[in-house]
């Protein structure tokens, strides 16, 4: 920059030389040469007199190139060698945000003095300063230096041009200024983006960072890195003058990457470095933790984490599915070391669902991220299909095991088995679930379905639902699984036939079991077809003892007169302690031969009939006169079949006569089973009616005797009958009118009655009807045959051609004169080419009646279509039918062409009608027909009549120049009779407008007069049958109006309301005299719909019936609401063609679901007309769950909705399977069902047909529940009996309607029960009064189930065992023990076992104790030192008590158990017997009485609070109950310790002493027995049941 200067200096300087003198001229001295003006080849030369140098002149702005430096005497001048003023810094660039610093030197004269220096930058002024860093004397005293440093911090605008001005003021006062040359300073910037301090940016997102800076000449620069990452790409490039660094992250972002990233600049020349730093914060947001899928079960608490990191704590949202959750179930946290925060989402008691769980991060308003989304499934696992204790059948072929469970979904569930606590391998079970993928079930098939013995044990299943790497298990309860069963001899397939004449042989069944537990058995019984054979002769049962070595025991059935009907299948059942039952099965036959009779009278068409008694068919084979199959012409196998036991064979007489010799014929039967025959034969001789009269025989007139013939054929080599009699309607026939004749010839005999001829038919009618019957007899036999006689008379009303005219309606008739006649039906034909068509009511043409022997046919359309042949036909029994004709024949007239014409005045016109005449009579003379003008006979018109065809003859009338009279209405008849139409004339144009309206609606129609000159003297209305409607008329049917004439026309127009019927009508205008009409017609459409009522989900049919038509509907749609219904899958739309003047249109839904109310909507002309159809469903419904107790009634209702009055209708041929229960099958009764006795649950299936006969079904489950177990337990406060009444087997729905109830001490006490495992418990603490001395009192418990109430009844009973606590015997004196029981009548003691410490001593059977219910003292002799225990075994229960026996040497012991005397407490030493033996007899008396009252005392205080033992047992109410206790035990002592056993047996009042259901009261409740083990007496074991306590009094000591 310097050298530049300076060129450019000299190259001025080279141009202004020449201008010095002129400069002279102006009087310009030298100016002032201050700091920045050139004066040397350098800033700070020394300037020298006589040295050429360049100043400048600032006035001029010109430069002076000066030889020799002149200096004017002024203060202003510049001595030659001084300086002038300067600006100078140690460098030229600099970096932003460093200190620079410029400082400017000014020379000033001595005498001259600087006040202000201002430093500028590019021309402008920075600052301003008075004060200077120094000011100092220099060059000798000529100047004065000063100097003034200004330091700056650079930013971007720091670079420029910078200089000094300094104000100078001279010695003379005068102020000038000074500036300085200037001075370049650089500043260089490093740019970096981003611009932001602070970035933000989320986890995943790649951060670039790029910086950039000037290039200066001479400098080198650098650009480094300060950044988070270790993978880092630098990118380096020049453009436009700067540097450009770029650093891009290669992965991407992770929370580490937060902080501070740097790039450092850094420039070097010489040893000049200059250096900057750029930094920039990145702050990572993002998620760093996700929710969880997770799997939780129903009820449980699942909990989502999700974590983020960023600068503060961010909002946390939570959302389950869509919902958004409240805050207050999330708990978020911040730590603001690692910038983390936290919201867990906590949801407590999940119920079931599949769903998704989001949580939102709010980072700042703007900035929402949402984490991964988790899935949360919560299933509810539950045991639909309960294992349940279980007694497998031996051997049986179904021994399964079916766990279920009910989840949603299923997917992931697997089901383990497990027996005695070790898993069962997966191959023996076998897993399946529903279609909609909601229950899964395993079953397990016990050793491969046929359980053995060694299969009994415990079983249970386990549920496992994995997902999402986590599993849920449900764990059933542990049942008990009992192997027993039945074997029999002979084997099932086996089978014994008996010959049913005495034979006997034996049935053995043995029972293979655990006969000493609750599912032992307890009888064998053996039953015939479902009926015991107890009492039934011919059957033997005989039972034998149970074997405990083989756990069998066997029963042996002796069949001694076995009979057809008894044969079939013997079953021997096993009944056991819980009331059910296993059976097997034998199947044995009987044959017996029922001999045929010795001789057999048969005739043609009669039948040997063969009995075989058996329960198994054979076959049967004939025999004729010993050859076998000889049957030839003679006879023929008919048939063979069984009935109630009896097989029967039939042999049919074909062609044996009375010629034929007798025939031996022998039937033999071949049993299949043995293939051994059996034969009865028979002597056959022909004997019977051979013709005979048919069973019905009617007589429609009597023009001769009526004979009555029987013949009677016989083996004509044995003799004929003895003769016959005949007898009328039972009574013997004694009518003179009547005769008998008899013959004989050739073996046939033939009887005959004679009914005399009687000119009175009415007579036959009445007398002669009737049945008659004939019997031959013979000496040994009597044969009779019967047949009926009826005579009557069949006349009809039209038996000739009838004639008639059309008329409303015709009536013909048919009248049956008969007595003792039935009519089976009446009916109506007519006869068309010879072909008999029966006459259908449904169309209205004709109608039908039978009322008191005349049958009526009445035609309703009298046209001459309708004529013709009728017949009356009466079907009577024996297929007869009897007719009668009618004939009637109808003339129809009517006019031809349009009802309206016009005609103009003098002109011709012509009118024409037809007559159609008796169509089945002979051709006839023209007939006369006659033209009628307004009814009267018109004359004044030329007639041409002629014939058309056969039956069809014509009339043609010309009127020639009309007049104003001619106009009217006229018509053309026969006689009498007009025709039904008519043609009005009118001479005038008369235009009508009818009209189309809906049947009840007011319909307006009018005619329009015109072009007529004269003004009508009369207008009205008439109808058909000629009734006048006019103007003005007082009537609410109809109103005429009609307008004044005006311009030659005029109108009317006549309203009718409430049209019915489409009504022809006529406006009539008289003109001149004469009647101008034209004709308008009403038309009436009527819609007839057809509802229906259907089964839900059945199809459904609706019509609408269109009648009143006279053309096609413009269109016909059927809709609901609104919406138009096209064919398809779901409705399929037809309609009938237009038939008269009615169409059907039919709509038919594929399946309905509710009531529907859809619309048929038709468009006929202008008419839009519509009517709503309803279609209506009825739903029947079981209850899905019925609940009965086991044993009991259970009644199912179905139920119709909505009940329509008529449910027979809506469900018929009700049947229910299974239909079969212990006591028979159900009952059914209109819509309820009834079965008497259940046992099982049952899946019912009940059947029925619906109101279109369709079959439906629908499902019912029945539960069956019974009362379990009650636990007793004590206080240790009071002797509270703790009452626990269980109903069992009750279906988790049914959880909500169940309560519970108690019956104590006359109080009704209700509970709501609380539900566990599959049953319902109530709990009730019956306080024992201190005073309670009753010896029995009844409990209740029961439940209410859905407003049904089942309960069971038990007796609370007082025991009390007395025995001291403790025993103090004396050193080789001999001891004894006592315990005295008390108490229960219904249980008394069974036996006691005596144990010393663990080992038993002495068994006592108390079976035999006659006292009892008086007490019973035990006792147990030679006792020694130890504790003693008793155990009083109930049967239902087991008491214990212990005493303590001491041995001292002192002899102070008695030996007395009972006292419990511990010995004399007296100070004295020595043996106790010398001093009792040293006792006066006074004395030992007064010791007596002591003892005798302590002893009293010692009784009160004990009796104050006696112990009891409360035995609750069933009462007399018959229970079938599976688990059904039957025993209750409360116990307490009087003193001693106790333990007891509470036993839940059911087979009182003699259940077996070592049930298996015993238990230790406060031991492991239900523990099965182990086994085919054998009884034993078991020891003496401690209470370990903490909620078993019993308070006892001290030890007393007498």
């Known amino acids: 920059m310097v050298n530049s200067i300076q060129i450019f200096t000299k190259l001025v300087l080279l141009l202004f030389v020449t201008n010095i003198h002129d400069v002279k001229s102006e009087n310009c001295t030298l100016p002032p040469i201050y700091p920045g003006t050139w004066f040397g080849e350098k800033v700070g030369d020394q300037v020298d007199e006589g040295i050429t140098v360049t100043i400048l002149c ?66 402008e002024a920075l600052e301003t300063f008075t004060s200077f860093d120094s000011s100092t004397s220099v060059d000798g005293g000529k100047q004065t230096l000063y100097i003034k440093a200004y330091s700056f911090t650079t930013t971007p605008d720091s670079s420029g041009e910078y200089g000094c001005v300094a104000k100078i003021t001279s010695s003379s006062g005068s ?23 602070i970035n933000y940016v989320f986890i995943g997102d790649k951060v670039t960072l790029i910086c950039s800076a000037p290039v200066f000449p001479l400098y080198v620069p650098t650009i480094t890195w300060d950044v988070k990452t270790d993978d880092a790409a630098q990118k380096i490039e020049t453009s436009n003058g700067r540097l450009i660094s770029t650093v891009i992250t290669t992965a991407t972002t992770e929370p580490s990457y937060s902080g501070d990233h740097s790039c450092k600049l850094v420039y070097v020349k010489d040893n000049i470095r200059l250096e900057q730093t750029k930094i920039r914060t990145i702050e990572v947001r993002g998620i760093t933790q996700h929710p969880q899928n997770t799997l939780k079960e129903v009820g449980a608490t699942a909990e989502f984490t999700c974590k983020a990191v960023a600068e503060k704590q961010v909002q946390f949202t939570w959302f389950v599915g869509t919902a958004e959750q409240d805050s207050s179930i999330s708990t978020p946290a911040y730590t603001s070391a690692d910038r983390l925060s936290s919201s867990v989402l906590v949801l407590t008691n999940v119920q079931e669902q599949d769903t998704s769980i989001t949580c939102r991060v709010a980072f700042a308003p703007d900035t929402v991220k949402d984490a991964s989304v988790a899935k949360l499934k919560v299933l509810k696992m539950e045991f639909y299909i309960k294992l349940e204790d279980t007694v497998f059948t031996l051997k049986s072929r179904r021994a399964e095991l079916k766990c279920g469970i009910r989840t949603n979904p299923v997917n992931n569930l697997d089901i383990t088995w497990y027996k005695d606590d070790t898993s069962l391998p997966p191959a023996d079970a076998a897993a399946s679930r529903n279609q909609e993928g909601t229950e899964h079930y395993s079953i397990l098939s016990v050793n491969s379905g046929e359980a053995q013995l060694e299969d009994a044990g415990t079983y249970h299943c386990i549920g496992r639902h994995t997902s999402y790497g986590t599993s849920i298990t449900i764990k059933s309860d542990t049942v008990n699984v009992y192997v027993r069963g039945l074997e029999q001899k002979p084997a099932a397939n086996e089978f014994r036939v008996l010959d049913g004449t005495g034979q006997r042989t034996d049935f053995t069944c043995t029972y293979k079991g655990d006969g000493e537990s609750g599912i032992g058995i307890t009888s064998l019984n053996w039953f015939q077809e479902g009926v015991s054979v107890t009492g039934l002769e011919g059957f033997d049962p005989q039972d034998k003892e149970y074997i405990p070595s083989t756990n069998s025991r066997a029963s042996v059935l002796t069949v001694s007169k076995p ?31 029922y001999p045929l009779p010795g001789t057999s009278y048969v005739k043609k068409g009669s039948a040997i009939t063969c009995k075989i008694g058996t329960n198994t068919p054979g076959q049967a084979y004939w025999y004729v006169d010993n050859v076998i199959n000889n049957l030839n012409n003679k006879f023929s196998r008919d048939k063979s079949y069984t009935k109630d036991g009896i097989q029967y064979d039939e042999l049919l007489v074909t062609g044996f006569n009375t010629f034929d010799s007798p025939r031996i014929v022998k039937c033999t039967h071949q049993f299949h089973k043995t293939n051994k025959e059996y034969s009865t034969s028979t002597r056959v001789e022909y004997r019977g009616f051979n013709t005979v009269p048919s069973k019905y025989n009617y007589r429609e007139q009597m023009t001769m005797d009526v004979q009555i013939d029987y013949y009677f054929d016989y083996t004509f ?35 005959r009655l004679i009914l005399k001829r009687q000119d009175n038919f009415d007579i036959a009618i009445n007398d002669y009807s009737g049945v008659y019957k004939t019997t031959v007899e013979f000496s040994d036999a009597s044969y009779s045959s019967e047949s009926t006689w009826i005579f009557y008379e069949l006349t009809s009303s039209n038996e000739a051609p009838t004639f008639t005219y059309d008329v409303e309606s015709y009536t013909m008739s048919c009248t049956l004169k008969a007595a003792k006649i039935e009519i089976e039906k009446v009916q109506w034909v007519r006869v068309e080419n010879n072909i008999n068509i029966p006459i259908d009511d449904d169309d209205g043409t004709y109608t039908t009646s039978f009322t008191d022997n005349v049958a009526r046919l009445t035609i309703t359309k009298v046209v001459q279509r309708n004529e013709g042949v009728f017949k009356c036909k009466f079907f009577l029994p024996g297929d007869h039918e009897i007719e009668a004709r009618n004939q009637i ?34 051709d006839l003379n023209l007939p006369k027909i006659r033209w009628y003008k307004d009814g009267t006979w018109f004359t004044e018109a030329s007639v041409t009549t002629s014939k058309e065809s056969r039956y069809v003859y014509s009339s043609t009338m010309t009127i020639t120049d009309l007049g104003l009279t001619d106009a009217g209405t006229y018509k053309c008849g026969i006689d009498d009779f007009r025709s039904a139409g008519s043609i009005n004339l009118s001479l005038v144009s008369i235009e009508n407008v009818g009209t189309t309206v809906e049947k009840g609606s007011d319909a307006t129609v009018s005619c329009v ?15 058909g049958t000629g009734v006048q409607y006019k103007e003005g008329d007082s009537s609410s049917e109809y109103t005429v109006t009609n307008t004044e004439y005006q311009g030659n026309s005029m109108t009317t127009a006549i309203l009718l309301k409430r049209v019915e019927e489409a009504k022809p009508l006529t406006c009539v205008f008289l003109i001149g005299g004469a009647t101008n009409s034209r004709g308008v017609t009403v038309d009436v459409i009527d819609v007839v719909v057809h509802s229906d009522m259907v089964i839900h989900n059945s199809p459904g049919l609706v019509k609408c019936d269109i009648t009143g038509l006279t053309g096609e509907p413009d269109q016909i749609k059927w809709r609901i609401g609104a919406t138009d219904l096209a064919d398809g899958d779901s409705y399929k739309i037809t309609s009938s063609p237009l038939s008269q003047t009615k169409i059907t249109t039919q709509l038919t839904v594929a399946s309905v679901k509710a009531d529907t109310v859809y619309t048929c909507a038709f468009d006929v002309a202008d008419l839009k007309v519509t009517r709503e159809v309803d279609l209506k469903v009825y739903q029947v419904t079981v209850p899905d769950l019925l609940f009965t107790m086991k044993g009991g009634k259970l009644e199912l209702s179905v139920d119709v909705t909505p009940d329509t009055g008529s449910l027979a209708s809506l469900v018929r041929d009700l049947s229910v399977l299974p239909s079969l229960t212990r006591n028979g099958d159900p009952v059914i009764s209109g819509m309820d069902i009834t079965f008497s006795e259940v046992v099982v649950p049952m899946d019912l299936t009940i059947n029925f047909k619906d109101n279109k006969d369709a079959a439906h079904s629908r499902k019912s489950k029945v539960a069956v529940g019974s009362f379990g177990k009650h636990v007793i337990s004590l206080t240790d406060t009071t002797e509270d009996v703790k009452l626990t009444c269980i109903l069992d087997d009750v279906p988790q729905e049914f959880e909500d309607a169940v309560s519970m109830f108690w019956e104590i001490d006359g109080n009704y006490i209700t509970q709501t029960p609380t539900y566990e495992g599959g049953a319902m418990k109530s709990t009730y603490n019956y306080k024992v009064a201190s005073d309670f001395n009753l010896p029995s009192m009844d409990i209740t418990c029961g439940s209410e189930v859905s407003g049904t109430k089942y309960q069971h009844k038990a007796v609370i009973e007082l025991v009390t065992l007395t025995m001291a606590e403790t025993l103090t015997l004396n050193e080789g004196k001999a001891g004894a023990i006592t315990c005295t029981v008390t108490g229960s009548e219904t249980y008394p003691p069974k036996y006691a076992i005596w144990y010393h410490g663990t080992e038993q001593v002495l068994k006592q059977s108390l079976e035999q104790q ?94 104050r609070r006696p112990s009891r033992s409360y035995n609750i047992s069933p009462s007399n109410i018959p229970s079938n109950t599976y688990r059904t206790p039957s025993s209750l035990i409360y116990h307490n002592q009087t003193v001693g310790n106790s333990n007891s056993r509470v036993s839940n047996r059911h087979d009182a009042p003699n259940p077996h002493p070592k049930s298996s259901q015993l238990e230790l009261s406060g031991g492991k409740p239900g523990s099965p027995p182990r086994p085919n083990r054998p009884t034993r007496p078991r020891p003496p074991r401690p209470n370990t049941n903490p909620n078993f306590q019993i308070r006892f009094p001290q030890d007393t000591e007498i």
């Open 175 to 197: 102020s000038y200024e000074k500036s300085s040359v200037i001075f370049e300073i650089q500043v260089a910037d490093i740019e970096m983006l981003p611009s932001e301090k």
């Open 1410 to 1503: 006659s006292t009892w219910p008086d007490p019973v003292v035990l006792t147990l002799s030679d006792i020694t030192q130890g504790s003693y225990t008793v155990v009083v075994n109930y049967g239902v229960a087991e008491f214990q008590r212990t005493i303590s026996v001491k041995v001292t040497g002192d002899g102070d012991g008695d030996g007395n158990g009972e006292d419990g005397d511990d010995g004399d407490d007296s100070s004295k030493s020595g043996s106790n017997t010398a001093v009792i033996v040293g006792i006066s007899v006074p004395v030992i008396i007064i010791l007596v009485f002591c003892i005798a009252i302590a002893y009293v005392c010692l009784k009160r205080r004990l009796q």
């Open 58 to 123: 600032p006035a001029r702005k010109s430069l002076r190139n000066v030889t020799q430096l002149e200096l004017p005497c002024v203060e202003t001048a510049i001595p030659a060698g001084c300086r002038e003023l300067s600006i100078s810094s140690t460098q030229d660039k600099y970096i932003v945000g460093t200190t620079a610093a410029v400082t400017c030197n000014v020379y000033t004269p001595t005498k001259a003095e600087v006040k202000e220096i201002t430093f500028t930058r590019d021309g």
């Open 1009 to 1023: 007069l015109s072009d007529t000159t004269v003004e009508p003297t009369e207008v009205y209305w008439r109808d």
């Open 563 to 593: 009979q057809p009907t008894r044969a079939g299948t013997l079953e021997c059942r096993a009944s056991f302690g819980f009331g059910d039952t296993i059976s097997v099965f034998y199947q044995y036959y009987v044959h017996l031969t």
């Open 889 to 922: 024949e109808i003339r129809n007239i009517d006019m031809e062409g349009s009802s309206d014409m016009g005609g103009k005045l003098g002109e011709s016109l012509r009118m024409k009608c037809k007559a159609g005449l008796f169509t089945t009579s002979t």
């Open 717 to 751: 080599s044995k003799g004929g009958p003895s003769g016959s009699k005949w007898y009328k309607d039972g009574t013997e026939i004694t009518d003179t009118r009547m005769s008998i004749k008899e013959a004989t010839q050739s073996g046939s005999y033939n009887t």
